[in-house]
């Protein structure tokens, strides 16, 4: 009881959702796997996995992708999290997975699916100087050059954990933006913001949200100074718009580290944090994971 107690508290806390756990014949005996009852576009997805016994291997297929779980020892037996992003465009009526696992027992297998629950994202319109909206060759060759550093930045695959949730707010500041609005430039409709605008004075400092590894740290013509963090499993966390990166690739941070500050280099209309964060290559919301505080 104290174990699935512990399942049930930590992916309430990352997902503000009720959990269910869905019953399989063909399931081992020890191992239970805890979801949100429902999953919505552009969202995080917790999953929570528990055994009774060591676990040697254990993998998430979500998406495409194979994500590993370290499983970590927990007094009543052995847990580990898997964060997953739900593509913003999904369409259905529920999503699925598969968890493998390996241990002395031997292999097997377990699928899930939770009901797809739609989501509405709001607009926002926006005037920008032309030379933001319709590019000059020699921007829009950069912009596709840093795109491929950015994409390589995403695709990162580590078997470590090094986040925990709640994630701490990189800034103090309230979100001016939220993740998921369509913007139109000079009324001209531009992809989903997927991310969050947070307020803040420039100058203030930026923090990681968590443990990691930095993965790209440089200037960017939209994003302006932006610095990406692995923290493991396939979860990486953008900085965008700072006015200094105080940061270099393969930097080893931890949670609470000063990596910049809020500035508003690139395509901005004034000083703010755009934070952004990935699971598997998906951008989701990152409001339900983030302290209050």
């Given at each position: 009881?104290?174990?699935?107690?512990?399942?049930?508290?930590?992916?309430?806390?990352?997902?503000?959702?009720?959990?269910?756990?869905?019953?399989?014949?063909?399931?081992?005996?020890?191992?239970?796997?805890?979801?949100?009852?429902?999953?919505?576009?552009?969202?995080?997805?917790?999953?929570?996995?528990?055994?009774?016994?060591?676990?040697?291997?254990?993998?998430?297929?979500?998406?495409?992708?194979?994500?590993?779980?370290?499983?970590?020892?927990?007094?009543?037996?052995?847990?580990?999290?898997?964060?997953?992003?739900?593509?913003?465009?999904?369409?259905?009526?529920?999503?699925?997975?598969?968890?493998?696992?390996?241990?002395?027992?031997?292999?097997?297998?377990?699928?899930?699916?939770?009901?797809?629950?739609?989501m509405?994202?709001?607009?926002?319109?926006?005037?920008?100087?032309?030379?933001?909206?319709?590019?000059?060759?020699?921007?829009?060759?950069r912009?596709?050059?840093?795109?491929?550093?950015?994409?390589?930045?995403?695709?990162?695959?580590?078997?470590?954990?090094?986040?925990?949730?709640?994630?701490l707010?990189?800034?103090p500041?309230?979100?001016?933006?939220?993740?998921?609005?369509?913007?139109?430039?000079?009324?001209?409709?531009?992809?989903?913001?997927?991310?969050?605008?947070?307020?803040?004075?420039?100058?203030?400092?930026?923090?990681?949200?968590?443990d990691?590894?930095?993965?790209?740290?440089?200037?960017?013509?939209?994003?302006?100074?932006?610095?990406?963090?692995?923290?493991?499993?396939?979860?990486?966390?953008?900085?965008?718009?700072?006015?200094?990166?105080?940061?270099?690739?393969?930097?080893?941070?931890?949670?609470?580290?000063?990596?910049?500050?809020?500035?508003?280099?690139?395509?901005?209309?004034?000083?703010?944090?755009?934070?952004?964060?990935?699971?598997?290559?998906?951008?989701?919301?990152?409001?339900?994971?983030l302290?209050?505080?």
């Amino acid at each position: 009881m104290r174990l699935i107690g512990w399942m049930i508290r930590c992916v309430l806390l990352a997902c503000c959702a009720l959990l269910v756990t869905q019953p399989e014949a063909a399931c081992a005996a020890g191992v239970d796997i805890q979801l949100p009852a429902h999953a919505s576009p552009g969202q995080p997805l917790v999953a929570a996995i528990a055994s009774d016994t060591p676990l040697n291997d254990v993998f998430v297929e979500w998406n495409g992708r194979s994500v590993p779980v370290r499983m970590q020892p927990d007094g009543a037996g052995w847990r580990g999290l898997a964060l997953l992003g739900v593509p913003y465009d999904q369409k259905g009526q529920d999503v699925s997975l598969r968890v493998s696992t390996v241990s002395a027992g031997g292999y097997n297998v377990y699928r899930r699916t939770v009901p797809l629950q739609a989501m509405a994202y709001p607009e926002q319109r926006l005037t920008v100087d032309r030379k933001y909206v319709e590019l000059a060759k020699k921007d829009l060759d950069r912009h596709q050059g840093e795109r491929k550093h950015v994409l390589a930045a995403l695709g990162t695959m580590s078997a470590r954990h090094d986040w925990r949730v709640p994630l701490l707010r990189p800034v103090p500041g309230e979100i001016s933006s939220a993740y998921g609005l369509t913007r139109f430039f000079n009324d001209k409709p531009r992809n989903p913001h997927k991310g969050l605008d947070l307020r803040g004075a420039a100058g203030t400092p930026v923090m990681a949200c968590a443990d990691g590894v930095v993965v790209l740290a440089e200037q960017h013509f939209f994003a302006g100074n932006s610095v990406y963090i692995d923290h493991g499993e396939g979860v990486v966390s953008m900085y965008f718009h700072m006015s200094k990166i105080n940061v270099k690739k393969g930097d080893r941070v931890v949670r609470g580290q000063r990596i910049g500050a809020v500035g508003m280099t690139g395509r901005v209309t004034g000083p703010h944090l755009h934070f952004g964060l990935s699971a598997q290559g998906e951008l989701i919301d990152p409001t339900p994971l983030l302290a209050d505080k």
